[in-house]
């Protein structure tokens, strides 16, 4: 199954964007979808994920944003709220399937004024 990003861009701080993750064939059967980020100069980290209907955040995103699927469209969606300059980055969505990682191409979101 092969992920694609879309619904990055330019938001001001405290602005919203909210990622699809649109994946070429039935997301119903894996367990772990999820959400990472990678900034300029750092290394790639995990913004949420979910598991077997369990959600987990990185701190500094919690109560900001979130995680969901639609098993019926099989999309992974990131709504992101509150946005601050410190969540520019580039967000990829990420899939384990037969205990292997996929990997989406990458979308852009930039938190600027």
């Known amino acids: 199954v092969q992920l694609v990003e879309s619904g990055g861009g330019l938001v001001q701080p405290g602005g919203s964007l909210r990622l699809p993750c649109a994946a070429s064939?039935?997301?119903?059967?894996?367990?772990?979808l999820g959400w990472f980020r990678q900034a300029p100069g750092k290394e790639r980290e995990m913004v949420a994920l979910?598991?077997?209907?369990?959600?987990n955040y990185k701190d500094s995103v919690k109560y900001r944003f979130t995680i969901s699927r639609d098993n019926a469209k099989n999309t992974v969606y990131l709504q992101m709220n509150s946005l601050k300059p410190e969540d520019t980055a580039v967000y990829y969505c990420?899939?384990?399937?037969?205990?292997?990682?996929?990997w989406g191409q990458g979308t852009q979101v930039t938190v600027s004024s």
């Open positions: 979910i598991t077997l209907g369990r959600t």
């Open positions: 990420y899939s384990v399937q037969l205990g292997r990682a996929y």
């Open positions: 064939g039935s997301i119903f059967s894996i367990n772990t």
